[in-house]
């Protein structure tokens, strides 16, 4: 628990950081809120996704992608997860592909096989003008490439600056 | 009833003088290229010598890609849920088509991002150089076009 506070801290710090250099260098940020869905382990049972997230325009190709998604565990309310990520993606026209990293903050349930790790993010998306459609695999650093989810989600686009 | 002519290529031609003409490529002949000029709508000889590049303009259709990508993506997705059957997860029951619409969902999402990326890479526009190419060379990429042009067989 220590660990994972050290590690939202550091994040937030990072982030806060982040955010504050773009805005004194009046870069391009814009936030979006999405709904998707993300497999278990076993590719059975489906975990609904609802997120927020933000885009961090580092220049013209490379951005910096912070979110918070909560997840559910079969829509039932005593299994779920909320996660913080960071992103690191590179952007063409209405391309990106990047990867980051998905630390689980709080979870109400260690039953479903996924929940509570510590996973790679690698994802690939689309965004025409405030629509933003994302594919992502996840695998648990403990399990690299053994355990993998894969999910996908919807969002819509708020611009904070003008684009 | 006459069969439809099938439009040519949408071409721009950089010229070695430096000028520039874009428009659709009409006919190939042994040593030039007749371009409808985009602009002035008038026929355009170009001789051979004179060309320094020809870049093809593909059509990108970004919305067919993406269309057809959650066809394909949406309904392996929903076909790969309904076929795992039906999930218990107490006090929720997942039935086949509940599945397959979650799958669906993923899947389509999935669809449409791959067929938007196919589409802008078929779409990509190409461009052949002509300076320093030899003769046959040359012949080859005039062979190339003349499947391109309006007028398929022209002399």
Not at chain 1, 44 to 53: D, N, R, V
Not at chain 1, 94 to 117: A, E
Not at chain 1, 141 to 149: A, L, N, P, V
Request: charged share 20%.
């Amino acid at each position: 628990m220590k660990k994972v506070f050290l590690n939202l801290l550091l994040i937030g710090l990072l982030l806060g950081g982040v955010f504050q250099q773009a805005q004194a260098q009046d870069k391009k940020q814009d936030v979006n809120l999405n709904v998707g869905g993300l497999t278990n382990q076993s590719f059975t049972g489906p975990i609904f996704t609802l997120g927020a997230g933000a885009d961090i325009h580092l220049g013209k190709h490379v951005m910096i992608s912070p979110e918070f998604q909560l997840w559910s565990s079969e829509l039932r309310l005593d299994i779920l997860q909320l996660n913080l990520g960071a992103a690191l993606n590179f952007r063409l026209k209405i391309f990106f592909v990047g990867g980051g990293v998905n630390i689980p903050i709080i979870h109400t349930s260690t039953k479903t096989d996924v929940f509570g790790l510590i996973s790679a993010k690698i994802n690939v998306g689309l965004r025409i003008n405030r629509i933003k459609l994302t594919a992502y695999l996840l695998t648990p650093f403990e399990d690299f490439f053994e355990c993998i989810q894969v999910g996908a989600n919807i969002g819509i686009v708020f611009y904070l600056k003008s684009p | 009833m006459f069969a439809r002519e099938k439009k040519g290529a949408d071409l721009i031609i950089q010229k070695i003088d430096g000028t520039e003409v874009r428009g659709e490529l009409i006919a190939v002949k042994q040593n030039s290229l007749l371009l409808l000029d985009r602009f002035s709508g008038a026929d355009v000889t170009i001789d051979i010598e004179g060309i320094g590049t020809i870049k093809i303009v593909k059509k990108t259709n970004l919305l067919a890609g993406a269309g057809l990508g959650l066809i394909i993506g949406g309904g392996i997705g929903g076909l790969v849920g309904f076929a795992g059957g039906d999930v218990e997860s107490p006090p929720f029951y997942f039935t086949a088509a509940d599945m397959a619409a979650f799958w669906a969902f993923i899947a389509g999402i999935e669809g449409v991002i791959i067929g938007v990326i196919v589409s802008a890479l078929k779409g990509k526009d190409k461009t052949i150089p002509f300076i320093g190419k030899s003769d046959s060379e040359i012949q080859e990429i005039f062979e190339k076009l003349r499947k391109k042009a309006r007028v398929k067989n022209a002399q």
